[in-house]
């Protein structure tokens, strides 16, 4: 998968998915992004209809 591969190349500190459900363009499904940042620590949850604040900590 793409976004585990970009994750590494830019040296992200955290991944936020958006839009990973519902939109039936998209081919990869939010199982798919779990699965290739397992383990990894770098996936921010982001709950359907809850807001999730990323604070300063998250941002270099």
């Known amino acids: 998968m793409l ?21 039936e363009r998209f ?3 939010r199982a798919d992004l779990e699965a290739a940042f397992a383990g990894t620590g770098l996936l921010v949850e982001t709950p359907p209809g809850i807001a ?6 998250h941002v270099h």
């Open 3 to 23: 976004f585990a591969g970009a994750a590494r190349i830019l040296a992200v500190d955290h991944v936020v998915g958006l839009h990973t459900e519902g939109w």
């Open 27 to 29: 081919t990869e499904t």
């Open 52 to 57: 999730v604040e990323i604070g300063r900590s």
